[in-house]
């Protein structure tokens, strides 16, 4: 080939070292959609018989109905942007300027963002934590009534379940609560779109939350990007919803996507809850095969087919690159340990002996290394008040410019960049909230153990955009 193509060449080295894939999307590595043939082909615009995607009557009308049988939901919508924007969508259908919005503060940043430029005023509700590995876990009951209490009138609750780390909220105590107040549910499901019967663990919307989006592409063999939306809304809310959808997704979506989510749809539904329990077995059998590996754990929250590992020695960063060397590419690190989606299938004992010594040449590697890396970085824990507004309302931070100060400086002014360690991709600090002594010491935590941090102009100087004491009063 002629000519340079910086990503043409970088997917290429990277498709050539043939790794394992541990991480999203669900296809892992096309092994899973290998029944869709000559891909490119497939690459068309909305032409006769193949329907119009922002206003379907035909092939992918059909194909939506059959994807609302799934749950018995009163539609279900595909989208092409991901969970991204299905979560403006949800947000956008039952809320409006200025609406207070319950949400749970360990959101992905696309909530963060619908929030500000839909204009809404989000009530920030802490999820709990777990303190032995400083991982992050979901909103309870008793927090949500507190939010509600102290913060009344407002329009929606939004919540993520599963964590990206596969730890689910106590979804029913929640929707009776919700219920009680009449107020809609919102779950960001985007990673438990293989929820079910068959998995054994119900999605949010099965317990009755009002809408959940779920990415498709994440656990299902759909192509990146690919993710839909369930919901029982209103008539009005649903047109909302669409209006919504048709403004923020692209005019000419990708059959490909479309394809891909129809495939991953009736893959997902071909599932029987005897083969799910064999797949369950073999990634347990694996499971018991890396704990028995010196120093090595390997665990799950209620999703266990996301496997958790953590070193007593080695920071998950370290783990990380360790197992990448080995071909082993595992979604992501944080604090101590490494989060691996393992592809939803059975794991036949050949394949999980290659993973073992993979492994155990990754962690031989690690200990010659020598001195053990002992930096542990947690999630953020900010948990000590349970519910907070933001310091400066959204819609008021454009009329700032703001200011570069040191981290020092910064302790005490509200944030105007929001930093978000990627993935996960939940925000560290907020635009909008006021910087504590604990960001700080987090944002520095991160960058010297070299996680990759989105936002921050000027983080590699040591410097935050915020807004200046006094401005504000
Ligand atoms: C909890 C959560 N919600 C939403 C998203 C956005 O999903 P998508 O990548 O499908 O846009 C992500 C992405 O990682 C996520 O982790």
């Known amino acids: 080939m002629k000519g340079r193509m910086p990503i043409v060449e970088a ?11 541990w991480h999203v999307p669900g296809h892992k590595n096309g092994t899973l959609l290998k029944d869709l043939p000559s891909f490119l082909e497939w690459d068309k615009t909305e032409l006769s018989g193949l329907d119009d995607f922002h206003h379907p009557e035909e092939a992918i009308y059909e194909a939506k109905l059959l994807l609302r049988q799934i749950y018995d939901a009163s539609d279900s919508h ?13 947000l956008a259908a039952v809320a409006s300027r200025g609406d207070r919005i319950y949400v749970q503060r360990n959101s992905h940043k696309s909530v963060f963002n619908a ?59 929640l929707v009776q609560l919700t219920k009680s ?9 985007a990673h438990g779109a293989h929820f079910g019967e068959a998995f ?78 064999e797949v369950r077995f073999s990634h347990e059998l694996f499971h018991q095969q890396i704990n028995q590996l010196d120093g090595l754990k390997a665990f799950t929250f209620e999703d266990w087919s996301r496997m958790i590992l953590s070193h007593s020695n080695h920071s998950g960063k370290e783990l990380l690159d360790a197992l990448e060397k080995q071909g082993l590419d595992a979604e992501f690190a944080l604090g101590d340990h490494v989060v691996c989606i393992l592809p939803l299938r059975i794991l036949p004992k050949l394949e999980r002996e290659v993973w073992i010594t993979q492994i155990k040449t990754a962690l031989d ?23 907070s507004s933001l310091a400066c309302p959204l819609d008021q931070l454009e009329c700032f410019e703001g200011v570069e100060q040191s981290f020092e400086e910064a302790v005490g002014t509200i944030a105007l960049e ?16 006021r910087v504590t002594l604990e960001h700080i010491t987090l944002i520095e935590q991160y960058i010297t ?13 040591g410097k935050l955009r915020v807004i200046q004491e006094g401005i504000m009063e």
């Open 365 to 387: 590697t690690m200990k010659a290394k020598g001195i053990p890396d002992k930096r542990y970085i947690g999630q953020p824990i900010m948990g000590k008040i349970k519910v």
């Open 418 to 433: 929001t930093i978000i360690p990627y993935p996960p991709g939940v925000p560290l600090i907020l635009r909008g909230e």
């Open 181 to 189: 107040h009449n107020l809609p549910l919102l779950v960001d499901e």
């Open 449 to 461: 153990a070299s996680i990759h941090l989105q936002g921050g102009e000027l983080l590699h100087e």
């Open 115 to 173: 929030l500000e430029w839909l204009g809404l005023s989000p009530i920030l509700m802490e999820p709990e934590y777990h303190h032995t590995t400083g991982i992050s876990g979901n909103v309870s009951r008793e927090t949500l009534e507190e939010a509600l209490k102290l913060y009344p009138g407002g329009t929606a609750v939004f919540l993520t379940s599963p964590t990206y780390y596969g730890e689910t909220a106590q979804i029913k105590e």
């Open 200 to 277: 054994g663990i119900s999605s949010a919307f099965e317990l009755g939350a009002t809408a959940v989006v779920q990415s498709a592409h994440k656990t299902l063999p759909a192509l990146t990007m690919a993710a839909w939306i369930h919901e029982r809304f209103t008539n009005n809310e649903r047109r909302k919803l669409k209006h919504a959808l048709q403004a923020f997704q692209t005019s000419s979506p990708s059959y490909l996507l479309m394809a891909s989510l129809d495939f991953a749809r009736n893959h997902r539904q071909q599932w029987t809850g005897q083969q799910m329990a």
């Open 78 to 90: 595909f989208l092409v942007n991901g969970s991204t924007v299905g979560n403006w969508g949800m």
């Open 11 to 21: 997917l290429y080295a990277h498709v050539k070292r043939k790794a394992t894939s």
